[in-house]
């Protein structure tokens, strides 16, 4: 019996020990960024510990001590992660940038996006005027999440355009070519007249742009790029990234603030009008923000200020920028909770509560429309708010600025 229990214990001890060393690979991010005169070593944890495994390549500097040296702009080198600084568990890429300036955001800006087609999010039944019920998209296989691009081979980007394109059929079918998964795949579907109206429909819910309030976080001030809100916009039926042809941020004042409560997040209620020129272009909608370029020089006289890498980030004290009120953006206090250094591209690297006595008066804490707020820290940017806690709207997530930077220069 005592050996039986002997190899029941070794057994168990062997699988918790397989799954320290495998949960560590799957958890690790493939890259980390550094900037200059940080330390791989900066990142160690009780569990994982990192040890320099290849010299920098890609720059006339070189690594000493774990430091890389002055003599280029940038460099890379591996790496490795080991569990209780014992046992490797992987192998990790380093890439070492410059610290970056940027103009510090915290305004209120209006956003527009153009899916470039026609997004289906949602299908339905209705009674046809020969009777009987019939939902044609769903014999066609049209799904949620669907990019209708074309109807017939011929361009559709307006809601009210493809639904007097479906009613012109007169019955007859269309071929839809829409993009599915990265796939173009074309669809063919017979409208049927609707005994409500009279009009030929297909049963398609689908949407062509969409609207909302944010605030930008960093214009960088050589190239005019800037990044807003670090998350993205999803579509509210989908839940999928909105799928973007074009878009535009414009400026925007807030009318009203509607406070957040435990269970029902608050809001920055604002307003914005598309005559108003533009303030940028945006290129891309990522699960990390919105991208662009400026394109009016009104947000591009804010102070600049260098920003930190996920390293330099500690819990303690901290202040935001933004804008709850119509006017300028304000600076309002913070605490750093939680860091998650090792958190691969993502964001919610950090917990924070607004500790501000002022801003909780106003809106509670961290309500929608503050996503893209800068945080400062020891005079950095160190990253942007997020997203609220639902049951606690003192507290939110924030995303590092090194990761924003990063997602901005692959839009370049």
């Known amino acids: 019996m005592l050996k039986k229990k002997r190899k029941i214990l070794i057994g168990v001890v062997g699988i918790l020990i397989c799954a320290l060393g495998v949960l560590p690979a799957v958890l ?23 040890e320099s495994a290849e010299l920098p390549v890609g720059r006339s500097g070189a690594l000493v001590g774990g430091r890389v040296t002055d003599g280029g ?42 899916t470039g087609g026609l997004l289906v999010v949602g299908v339905s039944d209705f009674r046809q005027s ?30 009210s355009t493809f639904s ?34 009279g009009r030929y429909k297909l049963g398609l819910w689908v949407r062509d742009s969409t ?32 799928p973007l042809a074009k878009g535009q941020i414009l400026p925007a004042k807030i009318l009203s603030v509607k406070r957040g409560e435990k269970g029902s997040p608050g809001e920055l209620r604002g307003a914005f009008s598309q005559k108003d020129a533009a303030l940028g272009e945006v290129d891309a909608n990522t699960d990390f923000g919105l991208y662009g370029k400026m394109t009016n020089a009104f947000l591009l006289q804010g102070e600049t200020l260098e920003t930190a890498g996920r390293t330099e980030v500690q819990v303690g004290d901290a202040q935001i920028l933004c804008t709850v009120e119509d006017g300028e953006p304000e600076w309002f206090d913070i605490a750093i909770e939680k860091v ?32 893209g707020s800068p945080i400062i820290q020891n005079g950095k940017i160190v990253g942007a708010v997020t997203h609220v806690f639902v049951n606690d709207p003192t507290r939110g997530y924030g995303i590092f600025i090194e990761n924003m930077l990063a997602e901005a220069e692959k839009i370049k």
């Open 130 to 159: 020969g009777g009987g019920t019939v939902c044609p998209p769903r014999e066609a296989d049209l799904r949620c999440g669907d990019l209708i691009t074309e109807v017939d081979g011929d361009k559709v980007s307006a809601i």
């Open 340 to 371: 998650t250094h090792l958190s691969d591209a993502t964001s919610k690297g950090m917990v924070l509560r607004v500790t501000d006595p002022d801003l909780l008066a106003v809106t509670g804490g961290i309500v929608q429309g503050m996503s």
């Open 211 to 242: 609207a909302g309030i944010g605030t930008l976080t960093f214009v960088e001030p050589q190239s005019c790029r800037f990044g807003a809100l670090g998350h993205g916009i999803a579509d509210a039926d989908t839940g999928e990234l909105l």
């Open 28 to 50: 690790l991010p493939n890259t980390i960024t550094l900037m200059e005169g940080q330390l791989p070593e900066q990142l160690n944890t009780r569990l994982v510990r990192f």
């Open 164 to 197: 007097e394109r479906i009613n012109q059929t007169a019955g007859n079918p269309v071929t839809l070519t829409l993009e599915r998964d990265g796939k173009i795949l074309q669809k063919a579907v017979a409208p049927k007249c609707d005994a409500t109206d």
């Open 73 to 114: 702009t940038s460099a890379g080198y591996t790496v490795q992660a080991k569990l209780f600084g014992i046992l490797p568990v992987k192998a990790v890429s380093v890439e070492v940038v410059e610290p970056a300036r940027v103009i510090a955001g915290g305004s209120a800006i209006g956003v527009k996006l153009y």
